[in-house]
Every structure is written in structure tokens, then in C-alpha cells.
């Protein structure tokens, strides 16, 4: 049986009520994707349990491999260090034919459909915590068994949170690179205009409000003009003026040269993890 992509899935498990959970969960519940109903959530913490009922509505259950038994679509959503014990858990009890999406940072495919045995449908997804405010970005790549229609499920899940593009899995450490740990690297930048705001005379809530509307919209100026953004920083640099003089400080100090080998390191990482 192959997953309806554009149909309600009839009972759609989180295993693992974190943070990114309750990001995806809230999105596709807002989005009208699935009603609370069909949705069931587990974790180990009773409190969390409380708090994704009442905020959601849902059904919850300390108990996996009961939880996942009828799943048509089960999001394995615990940290990376738990999934060995969790899919040996899940094992007996997840039916053949359900969907499972994995959002375990640098866990392989390979070794979800290893430790469940059978040939089971995976797709492996990388979102980030921009979801939780509705404005993330995830990366999905299929495993062995995962169909075209397994993929435009996942995708519309994850769309409520969303931008959606589709990888090849091998690229995951890639996108861990720039996507997943992205939102920090701009976060860092933020941090140094708001370090020196009182230096330049400007007060903290100001500043924080001129930085993130600018980092706001710069990113639309990137998506809505679709120009490079080397030559959007060259049409705010004028000859002997302020840009000029900030990116000659930059250049100067190599940021560019250090974010390069930001991001190599990131991936590097990320490799190292999902070798384990
Ligand atoms: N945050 C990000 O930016 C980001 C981005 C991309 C992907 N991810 C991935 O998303 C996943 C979840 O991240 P998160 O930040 O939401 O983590 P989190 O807040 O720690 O959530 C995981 C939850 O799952 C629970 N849990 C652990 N083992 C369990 C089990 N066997 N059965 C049921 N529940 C279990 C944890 O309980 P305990 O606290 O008691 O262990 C915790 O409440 C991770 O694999 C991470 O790699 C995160």
C-alpha cells in the first residue's frame, strides 16, 4: 500500500514531543492537514504529554509501540541519541505499511529501515527551528523503499511549516550546513550589531529593531528579485560611502574567508555524527 499524499492520514503518530514536534504538529494542525483526532503523540515526559493535549487536542500516550499500531504516517521525532532503543522498540509493533518520516539530525535512512526490518518506507527529513514561527525550511531525501507519493506527503506535512526542497540523502550534511545550523550564523551577526549598539548610540530595542527588519528584509529583496546577492550588495555600495567602508573592515578581516570554513566545519561535523 502506498501513502495517499493528498489525503488526511488516517492515524498520524509523533513519537518524541520536543520542541520540533510541537513546531510541526502545530503547523499542519493550523494548516487543517490532519485533524487532532487522527493524531496521537508520545513521549516520555508526562508533562509534555499535558501540555501538546491541551494545547492541541491530541491524543497521547506514554506507550510507542502501542501508539504506532494502525499508523498510517509515524514522524520520529526524538533526538538522535535516542533512536537505537526507540526503533528497537518500534520494531514489533509499526505496521509494513506505514510512513515513516525521520527527523533525527545524521541518522541514515539505511539504518532506520536496518533496525526495523522488512523493507519499510522512509523519508528522512531536515527541518529547522524556523518552523516554529511557520518560516523554516526543510530538506527531505527518500530512503530505499520511499515513493514518489511517500515524498509529496512528507512534503505537504512539513510545507505547513515551510519552504520544502527535495535532496539526494547523501547532500543531508550539506543542508545540515547551511539550513540546520543556519539560523545560528545569522543570529551570530545580529549578536555583534546589538554588541555594539550603545557604542554607535543606539539603544538595545531600537537596534534590535533596525537589525532584524533589515536581515528581514534583505532575504525578501534575495527571494523576490532573484538577483545574486553580490550584485544586491553592490547596488548599496556606493564609492567612498558607509557600505564601502563596513566591507573593507569585513574583507579585510577575512569574515568571508571564516564563514567559508563555518560552514565546511558544520558539514564536517555532521559527517562525523552520522558515521556515529
Ligand atoms: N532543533 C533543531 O534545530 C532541529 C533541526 C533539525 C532536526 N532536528 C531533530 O529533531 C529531533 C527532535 O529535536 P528537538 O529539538 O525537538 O528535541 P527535544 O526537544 O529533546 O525533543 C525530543 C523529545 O523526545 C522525547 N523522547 C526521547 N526518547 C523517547 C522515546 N523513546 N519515546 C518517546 N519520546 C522520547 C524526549 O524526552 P526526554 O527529554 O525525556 O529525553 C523529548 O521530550 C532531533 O532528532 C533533532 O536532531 C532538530
Not at 510507542?64 to 528497537?88: C, F, I, T
Not at 564563514?259 to 556515529?276: H, T
Amino acid at each position: 500500500m502506498t501513502m495517499k499524499a493528498d489525503r488526511a492520514p488516517s492515524r498520524l503518530v509523533f513519537v518524541g514531543a520536543g520542541n520540533m514536534a510541537e513546531a510541526l504538529l502545530g503547523g499542519l494542525l493550523r494548516a487543517g492537514l490532519c485533524p487532532p483526532d487522527r493524531v496521537v503523540v508520545t513521549d516520555l515526559l508526562p508533562e509534555r504529554l499535558d501540555l501538546f493535549a491541551s494545547r492541541f487536542g491530541v491524543t497521547t500516550s506514554a506507550d510507542n509501540a502501542e501508539a504506532v499500531r494502525g499508523a498510517d504516517v509515524v514522524v520520529l521525532a526524538v533526538k538522535p541519541q535516542s533512536m537505537d532503543a526507540l526503533l528497537a522498540e518500534l520494531r514489533e509493533s509499526l505496521p509494513q505499511e506505514a510512513l515513516v518520516i525521520s527527523i533525527a539530525a545524521g541518522i541514515p535512512t539505511q539504518r532506520i529501515e536496518a533496525a526495523l526490518g522488512g523493507a519499510p518506507r522512509v523519508v528522512r527529513a531536515m527541518p529547522n527551528t524556523p518552523c516554529l514561527v511557520g518560516a523554516g525550511v526543510s530538506a527531505i531525501a527518500p530512503g530505499a523503499a520511499a515513493t514518489e507519493a511517500d515524498l509529496r506527503c512528507a512534503e505537504r506535512l512539513l510545507r505547513a511549516s515551510g519552504a520544502v526542497v527535495r535532496v539526494p540523502e547523501q547532500k543531508m550534511d550539506a543542508v545540515t550546513a547551511v539550513s540546520g545550523s543556519g539560523p545560528a550564523y545569522f543570529f551570530y551577526f545580529i549578536e555583534a550589531i546589538l554588541t555594539v549598539a550603545e557604542e554607535i548610540d543606539l539603544d538595545q530595542e531600537t537596534a534590535r529593531t533596525l537589525a532584524v527588519a533589515t536581515m528581514e528584509g534583505a532575504a525578501r529583496l534575495l527571494r523576490e528579485t532573484g538577483l545574486p546577492p553580490d550584485e544586491l550588495r553592490r547596488r548599496v555600495t556606493s564609492k567612498g560611502g558607509t557600505t564601502e567602508a563596513a566591507i573593507g573592515v569585513l574583507e579585510e578581516r577575512h569574515v568571508s574567508a571564516s564563514l567559508q570554513d563555518a560552514v565546511i566545519a558544520a558539514k564536517c561535523r555532521s559527517q562525523a555524527l552520522s558515521r556515529g
